[in-house]
């Protein structure tokens, strides 16, 4: 991903190491005044704050009352886990990109962050339908549902399947995509 280039276009995180088009961004510096820019990184930084400490209380609960402790509620703690990592890593390392329109912290860096973000979105998603499914279980299959409760599928698995399908569906396209293509991005001069 470049820092930016000399004609003032920055390549967004999600283009980065892809082959795609280089996106040109104005730099919202420009766009907006400095009481905008302030207002938005406040804002921003809230948004992440909440989404980190709203998925921490989910994982107390989860640990201190071990009446939480049944198999679909397994699958709220993997949803709490993901986006708590969304919270922590993802909003935080995006917020001076979103604000200035420029990644300023390396190839490196950027390839870690489209990796983590891909993975932690996606593995929320694939939580929210395992946890729907589970419910329409519930629902539609009670009494079936209530006996295979302590017999069978073991929520740890569903939960290490998510993870690992998460990861399988862009990670690897993302890590080994110079090494596919045969080349660097054009215009890469080594910063992410």
């Known amino acids: 991903m470049e820092s930016g280039g000399l004609d003032g276009t920055a390549e ?19 766009e907006f005044s400095l009481g905008v820019l302030v207002l938005l990184a406040f804002l921003m930084v809230l948004l992440a704050l909440v989404t980190i400490l709203g998925n921490i209380l989910v994982i107390l609960a989860f640990i201190m009352d071990r009446n939480l402790r049944h198999r679909s509620n397994y699958f709220f703690l993997n949803l709490a886990i993901s986006d708590f990592a969304v919270g922590a890593f993802c909003m935080p390392l995006y917020i001076p990109y979103s604000l200035t329109g420029k990644w300023y912290l390396g190839r490196g860096i ?3 962050w489209l990796v983590m973000d891909y993975l932690l979105c996606t593995a929320s998603v694939f939580n929210i339908v395992l946890i729907s499914y589970d419910r329409f279980l519930s629902v539609t299959k ?6 295979q409760q302590g017999i069978t599928s073991n929520p740890v698995v569903k939960m290490v399947a998510i993870w690992v399908f998460a990861f399988l569906l862009y990670c690897p396209a993302i890590l080994f995509w ?7 991005k054009k215009g890469s001069r080594g910063a992410g």
């Open 12 to 30: 967004t995180p999600h283009t980065a190491g892809t082959g795609n088009e280089t996106l040109s961004t104005q730099s919202p510096s420009s």
């Open 110 to 112: 950027c390839k870690l």
């Open 142 to 147: 009670a009494v079936s549902y209530r006996a």
């Open 178 to 184: 110079e090494h596919v293509a045969g080349h660097k």
